[in-house]
């Protein structure tokens, strides 16, 4: 079956990392991707990481990818008030070609 | 103007009535996608289009109908609210020539089914 389980929230202060995790089912999955809600707004790609990879790295953003765990997160250095919304982890699920969606992480920064 | 667009962003309605949520993309792409999205449940996947002709059934496709008029517009109906379809709606879409599967979404739709 198909199925993405995050955490619900995460709750860090300006300027500490945060790590959100992402585990997942399909073993098959070509990409993994974290996409970004803001309040209000529709979901933006954040970042990817192609399933032959561990490690993706793009200015304060690093994703690690486990796949004999099937697991998956999202580090955010200097984490800033900016950075407050809803992350979702989501697999390419490969019969169909369709994203599988987490929950989404609330993440809150506070100042 | 937006890639992907929704309308309308929020409506509410009564137990019973037909509702039609609309979708139009200027981005070219021909896989459209719709999606609900309730707190603690993430995104799940009610109907996809690969093209005008190909319509398929997502994760929670029961009480929703969709529409491919064109490759720019999709619609999701209703065709009797109930309020456990309060919720908000997005739109999606993808270009199978972008190997990264990547969805490009509108800003939503909320609904409200009194």
């Known amino acids: 079956g198909e199925d993405v389980e995050q955490s619900l929230f995460l709750s860090v202060r300006e300027g500490d990392s945060s790590v959100i995790n992402c585990t997942y089912t399909?073993?098959?999955?070509?990409?993994l991707y974290w996409y970004k809600q803001e309040p209000g707004a529709g979901l933006q790609l954040l970042t990817y990481?192609?399933?032959?990879?561990d490690m993706k790295q793009d200015q304060r953003l690093t994703v690690l990818l486990n796949k004999k765990d099937k697991h998956l997160s999202l580090r955010i250095a200097d984490t800033q008030t900016g950075d407050s919304a809803i992350y979702f982890c989501?697999?390419?699920?490969?019969?169909?070609?369709?994203?599988?969606f987490g929950q989404g992480t609330e993440l809150s920064v506070k100042p | 103007d937006a890639d992907v667009t929704q309308t309308p962003r929020n409506r509410i309605t009564k137990t019973g009535k037909r509702i039609m949520l609309e979708c139009s993309q200027t981005?070219?792409?021909?896989?459209m996608y719709w999606y609900r999205q309730d707190p603690g449940l993430g995104l799940r996947l009610i109907y996809y289009?690969?093209?005008?002709?190909?319509?398929n059934k997502g994760e929670i496709s029961d009480g929703y109908s969709v529409s491919r008029q064109a490759q720019a517009k999709f619609s999701l109906s209703l065709e009797s609210a109930i309020p456990n379809q309060t919720a908000l709606y997005f739109c999606?879409?993808?270009?199978?020539?972008?190997?990264?599967?990547?969805?490009?979404f509108g800003e939503g739709s909320r609904l409200t089914v009194l």
């Open positions: 999606a879409t993808s270009d199978p020539g972008y190997n990264t599967g990547e969805l490009f």
């Open positions: 399909d073993s098959s999955s070509t990409y």
């Open positions: 990481i192609f399933s032959n990879m």
């Open positions: 989501a697999e390419l699920y490969n019969q169909g070609g369709k994203l599988i």
């Open positions: 981005k070219g792409h021909d896989r």
């Open positions: 289009s690969f093209d005008v002709k190909d319509i």
